[in-house]
């Protein structure tokens, strides 16, 4: 290998061959692939009678790409480190430095916070050095985050269940939902009536309709009806009209909370989803960076949008705005996140590339645009036999400014939408159309979606922008979180009419409480939330892990230094998970929630090895319990005995269809039918406890049916290879895993070694795109997500591949 003049690492291979187009033939751009070391899992790797020392190791997949660093290091004049500006990736490149024996002489530390041939050049004009203060802050976390996982994790195997873990974030997030869960548990509907009414006048000939209000509730039936009596004699007036200008200004440009926010609500990404896209705006060179607490824009991109916004809409349009980050304890004077070209309205890439881009871009250029000017008018209408007033309420937009652009959306969207206010004036009488009184209901507060929890998360000051969506997606592998839909309940309510002089009642149905992509805490993550909040309140104490991120700024600062903090942490922690282990006892939330009435004996309610369980009966006599599994809502805090003894009644047998019985029953994944050792899952529309031996009949040919046309084609030679039918159309099933068909193969001619061939270069690229995901680093320890499923099916692949062409040629 010839000798490099410049040799450049960034993190990532998209983000190298982005910059590589900027720089000259001079240089050289590779990736580390993220980070390149991690703290051993041998004594913590972190050695706490000598100041934390923390032992590092490279993994053993990242050996191969340490060791070809090496060799272009010898070969390289100058070494320039690019990882990402934040604080991990500045450990990056210290860890980099470390690991390559770099010098400082000939080592240059760059940053950038767009992927632009200015700002690339710019960053190689003015290096500097590794900054420790930021190397020091994210020491501190990871080291800290793995003291705190080490130490409570075996402590919730000795004391609840093996394999459970515990981390100062997560467990934290987890409290959250918790907390959110019982507040809805404990929660008690209350009804009360709104009156609503639809007025008229005559004008220039026609009717004209006017909707109001009442502006009080009524609390009962018969007070509601009572005040309808009122009405049938009444005469009506407007009382007021009154109207004002009102001014709405635009949200500043997005942060890393905004943008998860505002996807999720907008575009239904999760917040891993929108990270991971946002990655690949980044690292392709269409946004600035994605990992920021900032709301400012440089000089820059203002002078670039005010010459946009003049351009497209015209100088009453623009208005300069200079915002100021709010965030409790932000992080780098990172700009906010935006498109890295202004003037570059829509973009090349996947579908969900384009939809995050162009709500990024309207966000960023609606935060440099005018006040949307609205007109909004109150009506007071007053009734002649009662003191009540209903109010008309509507606005007129007079200039509609960053409107124009964009609407940003919130978690609670309004049911009732402005309406345009006639011309009215003071005075004039009004004739009643309809009057009803709706029986309406409080709701609970809401379940956190993904969104609002990193919301919270924020406002709290609990994590930082690079935390929100690893600390997510741990609660959720870890099982203390599901997310999911769930349907709602029918609920009857009242309608009382006023109609022609008499009072009509009319009871009507809707469906309440349905929830989508809401996080439900499941009973072992209650269960692990109780345990910790009784032994260590001060680890999921809100102020205290907001106060460890404000430790962690000093550190970045350079005013604490990182040992002390986690000293002053660690030895009082140490100390306390000692004792609990000496003098806890083991939980398993148990409840004894009665006695069964056809065989005396108690039902209990616990966690047992495979989750959440009722059992009847004790387990210390010859006869041994019988026992339960929980059904989805169900928890063992507010199960009542009615519903645990109902759970009894399944399995059951629902007769005998061609010879085999046919039994439903509740399993793992839901309800199912079990016939002729073959299983049927059950649809939501289905109740196992009703459902008939027709009905059960029915979904068993239906299911037969549809597996019969699901195989396209399959193979002799190999057996576990198949070309199937699904729901998105062909697709090939091999070894556990599914891959993609290209467009241009017809999948009933497909050869054995095409398939193997598709096989091979789907996991190739998996293995690729894996690589490019390792560089954010764990939030708290044990957090390692499993790996090599994709390594394994590959490695039978390309086996069975090789056999194949072995048994070709001895054909030959």
Known sequence: MAGEENLVIVESPAK???????????????????????????????????HYQPNYVIPDEKKKV???????VKKAKKVWLASDEDREGEAIAWHLAEILGLKDS????????????????????????????LVNAQQARRILDRLVGFELSPLLWKKIRANLSA????????????????????????????????????????????????????????????????????????????????????????????????????????????????????????????????????DMALGLLKKNIHARYGESYYQFRQYKTKTKGAQEAHEAIRPAYIDQESIAGTAQEKKLYELI???????????????????????????????????????????????????????????????????????VKNIEAVERFTT???????????????????????????????????????????????????????????????????????????????????????????????????????????????????????????????????????????TSERSVGERRLGTDPATGEPVIVRMGRFGPMVQIGESDGEKKPRYARLQKGQHIENITLEEALNLFRLPRTLGTFEKADVIVNIGRFGP????????????????????????????????????????????DSDKEILVLNGRYGPYLSYAGNNYKIPKDKEPSSLTLEECMEIIQRSTRSSEAKAETKKRESPVDSGENTKKGTGKAAAKKATSRTRTTSRKNKKTK
């Open 16 to 50: 190298a061959k982005t910059i590589e187009k900027f720089l000259g033939k001079n240089f050289t751009v590779v990736s580390s692939y993220g980070h390149v070391r991690d703290l051993s899992k041998k004594n913590m790797g972190v050695d706490v009678d000598n």
């Open 66 to 72: 340490v060791a070809e660093l090496k060799a272009r």
């Open 106 to 133: 000939n080592t240059f530390r760059i940053v950038f916070n767009e992927i632009t041939k200015d700002a690339i050049l710019r960053a190689i004009e003015h290096p500097r050095k590794i900054d420790y203060n």
């Open 167 to 298: 981390g100062r974030v997560q467990s934290v997030a987890v409290r959250l939902i918790v907390e959110r869960e019982r507040e809805i548990m404990a929660f008690q509907p209350v009804s009360s009536y709104k009156v609503s009414a639809i007025f008229t006048f005559d004008e220039a000939g026609s009717s004209v309709t006017l909707p109001a209000e009442l502006q009080v509730r009524f609390s009962t039936a018969e007070e509601a009806c009572a005040f309808l009596e009122k009405c049938k004699q009444a005469t009506y007036t407007i009382q007021e009209v009154v109207t004002k200008p009102v001014r709405k200004s635009p949200p500043p440009p997005f942060t890393t909370s905004t943008l998860q926010q505002e996807a999720s609500r907008k575009l239904g990404f999760s917040v891993a989803q929108t990270m991971a896209i946002a990655q690949r705006l980044y690292e392709s060179g269409k946004i600035t960076y994605m990992r920021t607490d900032s709301v400012n824009l440089s």
């Open 361 to 431: 871009y309207k966000r960023t250029l609606a935060s440099q645009m005018s006040d949307a000017q609205l007109e909004k008018t109150i009506v007071t209408i007053a009734m002649s036999t009662a003191s009540e007033v209903f109010m008309a309420e509507g606005e007129v937009i007079k200039f509609d400014g960053f409107l124009k652009v964009y609407r940003e959306s919130s978690d609670e969207e309004s049911e009732e939408q402005s309406i345009l206010i006639p011309q009215v004036k003071k005075g004039q009488p009004l004739y």
């Open 444 to 582: 609970h507060p809401p379940r956190y979606t993904e969104a609002s929890l990193v919301r919270k998360l924020e406002e709290l000051g609990i994590g930082r922008p690079s935390t929100y969506a690893p600390t997510i997606a741990t609660i959720q592998q870890r099982g203390y979180v599901v997310k999911e839909n769930r349907p709602g309940q029918e609920r009857k309510y009242n309608v009382f009419m006023l109609h022609q002089q008499a009072i009509q009642k009319i009871v009507k149905t809707e469906i309440t409480g349905a929830e989508k992509n809401k996080l439900f805490p499941t009973d072992m993550g209650m269960l692990v939330t109780d345990f910790l909040m009784t032994h260590f309140p001060d680890i999921l104490d809100y102020n205290f892990t907001a106060t460890v991120e404000e430790d962690f700024d000093e550190i970045a600062e350079g005013t604490l230094e990182w040992t002390q903090m986690i000293d002053r942490f660690y030895k009082p922690f140490h100390r306390q998970v000692e004792t609990v282990i000496e």
């Open 672 to 715: 199912y039918l079990q016939h002729d050792a073959k299983f049927y899952s059950l649809g939501r529309e289905d109740d196992p406890y009703t459902i008939t031996l027709e009905k059960a009949i029915e979904i068993i040919q239906k299911k037969r049916e549809q597996e019969k046309n699901k195989i396209i084609k399959k193979f």
